[in-house]
């Protein structure tokens, strides 16, 4: 059975930093591509990053470009991400997600909010 | 970047079919894929492909495709059906690798 879990969400001020974790199970981690997907408040769903098999190829979207690091350790079945420069607007639940032909598995989501 | 276009709200009577719709030219070279989200849940994938259900996901879901339109239908929507749904796809523009509709409230009465 895949499992994706999430961690490290919390309330974090603006301009400082938070790092994700995610740790997969259940299939083979260092076989599929990864991404993290954040959902604000009543919002509906925004793609954010993800990141090769490898690690050699990563994308972003354009609002966390130089803000926001995704990172994989495929020996631990792990994915990062690590967001500085937070601001209200990424307040968001973030899921992490495996990426295969299409985004097929996603975790339970860890809330992430920023604010003073 | 592209943007997929989905109608925000719509609602079918219990044992009705129901269509949802997400627009995009991204739409014309790749697949949609559909995700339903209940409140307080993961997003989960119930068609993706040209039209294929994952494991556990019931037959009454199903997916096509013409132009620049995905569509999801509901074949016979059950209560449990009333849920958020998110369309999504690559993103054909080359901004980056995925792109989501605003998604679509179905509400079944």
């Known amino acids: 059975e895949v499992q994706l879990v999430e961690s490290g969400g919390g309330l974090v001020q603006p301009g400082g930093s938070l790092r994700l974790s995610c740790a997969a199970s259940?299939?083979?981690?260092?076989?599929?591509?990864m991404s993290w997907v954040r959902q604000a408040p009543g919002k509906g769903l925004e793609w954010v990053a993800n990141i090769k098999q490898d690690g050699s190829e990563k994308y972003y979207v354009d609002s966390v470009k130089g803000r926001f690091t995704i990172s994989r350790d495929n020996a631990k079945n792990s994915l990062y991400l690590q967001m500085n420069s937070l601001r209200a607007e990424d307040t968001a639940v973030y899921y992490c997600a495996r990426d295969d032909e299409t985004i097929d598995y996603w975790g339970q989501g860890t809330l992430v909010t920023v604010s003073s | 970047s592209s943007e997929l276009t989905q109608d925000p709200a719509v609602s079918v009577a219990l044992g009705q079919t129901v269509r949802i719709t997400c627009q995009g030219d991204s739409l014309r070279s790749y697949y949609a894929s559909w995700y339903q989200q209940k409140p307080g849940q993961a997003p989960v994938l119930v068609i993706y492909?040209?039209?294929n259900r994952p494991s556990g996901i019931p037959d009454r879901f199903s997916g096509s495709s013409s132009g620049n339109t995905a569509s999801l239908t509901i074949t016979g929507a059950q209560a449990e059906d009333e849920a958020d749904y998110y369309c999504?796809?690559?993103?054909?523009?080359?901004?980056?690798?995925?792109?989501f509709g605003g998604g679509t409230k179905l509400t079944v009465l």
């Open positions: 999504n796809s690559r993103d054909s523009s080359g901004n980056h690798p995925w792109v």
């Open positions: 492909g040209k039209n």
């Open positions: 259940g299939f083979t981690f260092s076989s599929y591509w």
